[in-house]
C-alpha cells in the first residue's frame, strides 16, 4: 500500500493524542500537556513532510515532465496552495 | 474541570485523524491527504495555545507575583523553553 | 524595472537596520531593539513573498508550460528548494 | 558596549541588502534574488535570537528575581509579546 510507513505513524499519534486527553482528564500540569501536544505536532509534521516528498518525487515529477499541459499548470498550482499553507501554519 | 474546551477538540482531532488513515487505505489522492493533515495542524496548534494562554494567565502569573523566587525562575525557564519549542516547529 | 516595488522596500529596509544600530549604540532596552528587528523581520518576509509571486506567476508558469521538458523540471525543482528553506527559517 | 555582535551582524546584513538591491537593478534571475533574501532573513532571525537571548539571561532573570512585583508582572508581559510575534513571523 502507498504511505505505509505514513499511516503506521498516524495510529501512533492516535494514541499519543488518547494519551493527551488522559493527562487532561488527571489534571495533569499544563507544561507536561504541552510538551506532549508539541511532540505531537512534531509527529504530524514529519508525516506531512513524508506525503509531501512522495508526492513531489512522484506524482509531480511524472505530471510535469507530461504531455498534458493543463495537468502541469495544474499540479503545479496545487503544490503551491499545500506550501502556502504549509508556511503559514 | 480544566481545559475542558481543549479536551473536546482533541477528541475531535482523534476521529480527524482516523478519516485521514482511512484516506490512505482507501488510496486517496496526496494532495487530498496533505490537506487534511495540514488542518489538523492547525486543529492541534489551537489546542496548544489555548492551553498555554489558559497557562499564562493562570499559573504562570500567579507564580511570578507570588514569594517564591526559585519557583518564579522555574516557571519562567519552562515558558521560555516552551516557546522555543514552538518556534522551531 | 522588474521588481521595483521590491526594490523600494528593500531601501526602506536598509534604513530601518541603520535605525536599530543606531538604538543599540545608544544603548535603547533589549525589547524596543528586538520589536524593530522583528519588524523588519516581517517586512523582509513581505519582499520575498512578493518577488517569489512574481516568480510563480510569470517565469514559472511559462516554464511550466513550455515545450523543454528539463526546463520544467528545472524549475519545478527550485521552486521546491525554496518553498524548503521558507518553511526552515 | 552591549550587544556589539548584534550590531556588527547588522551592519553586515546591511551590505547585503545593498548587494540585493543592485541584483535587482541589474535584472538578476528572481530565484538567485529571493535566496539571498532568505540568507538575510535567517541572519536578521540570528541577529533577535542573541538580543532576545541576553535579555532573558540578564534583565529578565534580574527582574524575576527582584522584589517589584509590578515590573516582574510587566517583564513577563512583555516577553510573552515578544514570542507571540515571533511565532506568527
Chains 1, 2, 3, 4 share one sequence.
Do not use: P, W
Not at 502507498?2 to 498516524?10: F, G, M, P, T, Y
Not at 506525503?51 to 515532465?65: G, M, S, T, Y
Not at 507530461?66 to 504549509?86: C, H, N, P, S, Y
Amino acid at each position: 500500500m502507498k504511505h505505509e510507513n505514513a499511516l503506521k505513524r498516524l495510529k501512533n499519534i492516535e494514541g499519543h493524542i488518547r494519551g493527551i486527553e488522559r493527562m487532561i482528564e488527571e489534571g495533569a500540569y499544563c507544561i507536561d500537556v504541552i510538551r506532549q501536544i508539541q511532540a505531537v505536532e512534531a509527529a504530524i509534521k514529519k508525516v506531512s513532510t513524508m506525503i509531501l516528498d512522495e508526492h513531489i518525487n512522484f506524482c509531480l515529477i511524472k505530471a510535469v515532465r507530461g504531455e498534458d499541459i493543463g495537468e502541469r499548470e495544474r499540479v503545479l498550482k496545487e503544490i503551491i496552495e499545500v506550501f502556502d499553507t504549509a508556511n503559514k501554519t
